[in-house]
């Protein structure tokens, strides 16, 4: 042997051989799980990738990489293991214990993790990684992860959906309401968005509100896992590929939100939530209205293209917003038949002084309202794609070609 001294350092000293991407010190109980509902409430902010004072500034994002991202944050830096399924090999599992970063600091390897999961996790593998939880008080907190899983084309076709969407659980209210926190398509730093307004149901069994398994769990029945259960397949007469308007929807997170409540919220309440709800997704359409024909101009007046058109136009997001807008005619018609005005139609009209509160600059020195912008969502004059001016997309004047070439 050519380096005697250096054989025996390596069998004595592994570590300075190989370097895990961090260092574990202890296995995964409910104890740690309750300390990771902790951290999703208090730490995992909505700037969390996307603030220069956060450690994990920079970090690309879509739906899936910052679910991914919570838990091995969190395990990181309490010394937990994390183990995922691996797609490019069956029966195969990503781990803390990689080694191809030796040549790293701590921090760097750990950085280097997080891109290397993202680039291989996916709503697919989140349903390998997740199981069902039981809707209880008990089990149900937040962490608590909503999967959508993509659709084939036939259920697309069936549904209108196309899903391949998660979020997490971040706060769940007195009242029963779920906060959601979540990154979108394409993958880009972003800053999440936060709701609780649900716009989506379960279309499968796959689908809906799972829990992460731990390490030991694999190989395991479901049923023998803490908190799994099926109970949100009971509710609101669930059916595969069943709950796809926006009233179905309502409904079986009203069910939800019955399981996981201390008290009855009042009307106001409810109403509240779904205008909060308006004026969040009209702001941040506004950033983004505001980003991509900036980013035109800089572009020398050129039509965007690939990812940055898909993340500069908002298709979905005004398809929310509209439904939005419908909920509260919604809310407001149930409270008139309860009241007993059966014969009255409850109108947008009607949550016009909250609406109203809601001010935002939709453009740079121009305010308006979530009140001002609801005839124009509801009659489709809010135009989503990114080729078109400002003037346009927010409805001031109708569309003659595209803005850009």
């Not at 010394?79 to 995922?84: A, D, H, K, R, S």
């Not at 008080?137 to 959508?148: C, N």
């Not at 106001?268 to 308006?278: A, D, G, L, Q």
């Not at 979530?370 to 003037?391: C, H």
Request: a neutral charge; proline letters at 4%; charged letters at 25%.
């Amino acid at each position: 042997m050519k380096h005697p001294v250096l054989w025996l350092l390596l069998i004595l000293f592994p570590s300075l051989g190989s370097a895990s991407v961090w260092n574990t010190h202890q296995s995964w109980t409910q104890e740690h799980e309750t300390a990771f509902s902790v951290f999703m409430e208090r730490d995992f902010h909505a700037e969390i990738f996307s603030s220069p004072s956060s450690e994990f500034y920079g970090l690309k994002t879509d739906c899936a990489d910052a679910v991914y991202a919570a838990r091995i944050i969190f395990a990181a830096k309490n010394g937990l293991p994390v183990q995922f399924a691996d797609p490019t090999k069956s029966g195969s599992y990503i781990n803390q214990k990689m080694s191809r970063w030796d040549h790293q600091t701590e921090s760097q390897r750990l950085r280097s993790f997080l891109e290397y999961v993202s680039d291989l996790s996916s709503t697919y593998t989140l349903e390998l990684d997740t199981y069902p939880v039981q809707i209880s008080k008990e089990g149900f907190r937040p962490g608590v992860i909503f999967l959508s899983p993509h659709l084939s084309e036939e259920e697309k076709r069936r549904t209108g959906f196309n899903g391949g969407h998660a979020e997490y659980v971040k706060s769940i209210t007195d009242t029963g309401f779920v906060e959601v926190i979540s990154s979108t398509s394409p993958r880009l730093v972003r800053t999440l968005s936060q709701s609780r307004n649900p716009y989506m149901a379960p279309l499968l069994k796959r689908a809906g509100y799972r829990i992460w398994k731990q390490p030991g769990h694999y190989g395991l029945r479901l049923e023998q896992l803490p908190n799994y259960g099926l109970n949100q397949f009971d509710l609101a007469e669930w059916a595969p590929l069943k709950l796809i308007n926006r009233r179905q929807i309502f409904q079986w997170h009203e069910e939800i939100r019955r399981l996981l409540r201390i008290r009855i919220p009042s009307f106001e309440e409810r109403v509240e939530v779904v205008v909060e709800s308006i004026c969040g997704l009209l702001k941040t359409r506004a950033k983004l209205v505001h980003q991509g024909w900036s980013t035109v101009a800089a572009n020398g007046n050129r039509c965007l293209s690939g990812d940055l058109r898909d993340e500069f136009s908002t298709d979905s997001r005004d398809k929310r917003i509209r439904d939005a807008y419908l909920q509260v005619r919604d809310l407001y018609d149930w409270k008139k038949r309860t009241d007993g005005d059966s014969d009255l139609a409850g109108d947008v009209s009607d949550g016009r002084t909250l609406l109203e509160q809601c001010r935002f600059e939709h453009w740079p020195g121009r305010q308006t309202t979530a009140w001002e912008m609801a005839s124009r969502s509801l009659q489709g004059d809010l135009i989503s794609s990114a080729d078109y001016a400002p003037a346009v997309r927010w409805g001031d004047r109708r569309p003659a070609g595209k803005d850009c070439r």
